[in-house]
């Protein structure tokens, strides 16, 4: 049996190809797993949209090869033991997990099936390297990423633009001829038409992607051609998150498992000048190490232990604002709206945002982190946690803490003329391009009568975000 998690394909799938070459049956089975959903108190949450579409996508593709997915709900480590039992499996596999809470509920699980006499085996693939596979000269783990991304590259054998690869990325097509010809009747809890989203207690929401397997093809030939000039795009967000910008909007599906992360990297490394899209890959998997290394990370505690002191004096209404988008900084605000509409977030306008909460308005990076995690489509715990740990300069970051983004100088420079805050602030369509990043900078403008007046003075915070840390 390969029990599916976040690797929801049938291609290029570690544990699903290994399963396949063992000569045996193979069935494929999913859990909705209700340690999981029962903390999620949103039932228009829309990932779990995405999750159900992508598995009635992977359900679809079984049926043609007259199998189905078997689908179960509640707790993993009662339900896959009951699985692998109800349909006389010999072993089980699947693909690792690098969260502190998925490796103990793997753990649990290896440990039944094994007093059950079933093997479990787990294998590399959401990522390129993995744990402490990719180490410094002493054997240690690497805590900046510049040092770490040179020691990747050399570890997979091929630098960006050469055409090649290690076999670290090379496919592995499972031989789908050996899926099982059916079992799901054989198990209680049955197949997905079991389990639509109202009866798990969801509502099903409009996406500004396509999921699945299909919806990741999708986006990757689209995102093909624009690989070359990622370096140079990706910094401008687009007016809807629907429309095309510079990135390559990927983030769900890698997240999911839609796509697999060998085929990024095959497409980076084949295409010249994608070396600024293989970086951010690469970032991916630093913090997918730095996590695996330091699973207190997970507990709410800052990667650099001499900042755990720092007492962010920001307030309850401050966040509010941020939360809301009417922080007086259109940078922000047209951000936050984007994202609470879409649950989408430009890649440079998160570290906006995140850095205005921390070090403008002084409120701790832990409420901001949580935020993102309840409404983000793409939530990874290792790029979220790193991400805001990055711009509250408590993370595993070389920059000093008084980096600090000025928003109004990251609108003028990366929106120019204001077409993405006109598209997110429509009571902003009055003003000039060259006063729309800050309306109100000299009073109340007329022309952003109902535009909130700035929360606070951005000069003025940066020294106090200075003083925080200069008095831990």
């Not at 093909?224 to 990135?247: F, I, S």
Request: proline share 5%.
């Amino acid at each position: 049996m390969v029990w599916l998690r976040r690797d929801l394909r049938l291609h290029d799938h570690r544990a699903l190809a290994a399963a396949c070459a063992s000569g045996a049956q193979v069935f494929v089975a999913f859990v909705f797993d209700t340690t999981i959903l029962g903390k999620l108190d949103n039932p228009d949450d829309r990932r779990l949209t995405f999750i159900h579409d992508s598995l009635a996508e992977v359900d679809a593709a079984l049926r043609v090869r007259d199998a189905r997915l078997i689908v179960a709900h509640g707790d993993p480590v009662e339900e896959i033991p009951r699985l692998a039992k109800a349909i006389g499996a010999t072993s089980v596999w699947t693909n690792k997990d690098y969260e502190p809470s998925a490796v103990a509920r793997d753990d649990a699980v290896a440990a039944k099936l094994k007093a059950a006499g079933v093997a479990f085996t787990a294998l590399k693939d959401q990522v390129v390297f993995e744990e402490r596979e990719v180490l410094t000269r002493t054997g240690g783990v690497y805590k900046v990423f510049t040092p770490y991304r040179a020691a990747w590259l050399s570890a997979l054998g091929a630098v960006a633009g050469s055409g090649t690869a290690s076999d670290a990325v090379r496919a592995c097509d499972p031989d789908l001829d050996a899926l099982a010809a059916c079992g799901a009747e054989a198990v209680r809890g049955k197949t997905l038409d079991d389990w639509p989203l109202e009866r798990l207690g969801f509502r099903r929401r409009e996406l500004w992607i396509a999921p699945g397997m299909r919806g990741a093809k999708q986006l990757l030939a689209r995102f093909r051609p624009k690989v070359a000039d990622y370096e140079t795009a990706r910094d401008r967000p687009a007016p809807a998150a629907e429309e095309p910008d510079g990135t390559s909007g990927l983030s769900a599906h890698l997240r999911f498992g839609t796509l697999s992360i060998r085929e990024c990297v095959r497409l980076a490394l084949a295409t010249r000048g994608a070396d600024t899209w293989l970086s951010e890959l690469v970032w991916r998997e630093f913090y997918q190490m730095i996590l695996s290394q330091t699973p207190e990370l997970a507990a709410g505690r800052p990667y650099k232990p001499e900042t755990a002191g720092i007492r962010w004096p920001g307030t309850d209404e401050h966040f509010a604002a941020w939360c809301e988008g009417r922080t007086g900084y259109p940078i922000v605000d047209a951000a936050m709206r984007h994202f609470n509409r879409t649950g989408w977030m430009h890649n440079r306008l998160r570290m906006i945002v995140a850095m205005f909460l921390v070090k403008d308005l002084l409120v701790d990076w832990r409420k901001g982190e949580a935020y993102f995690a309840r409404h983000l489509l793409d939530f990874d715990f290792a790029a979220n946690n790193g991400g805001w740990q990055w711009s509250a300069s408590t993370g595993c970051d070389a920059q000093p803490y008084f980096r600090i983004f000025n928003p109004i100088g990251q609108s003028e420079r990366y929106d120019p003329d204001g077409r993405y805050l006109r598209s997110e602030l429509p009571e902003l369509a009055a003003c000039a391009d060259r006063e729309i990043h800050f309306p109100h900078a000299k009073g109340r403008n007329p022309r952003a009568a109902a535009y909130p007046l700035p929360l606070v003075d951005h000069g003025l915070q940066r020294m106090k975000a200075m003083g925080l840390f200069q008095a831990r």
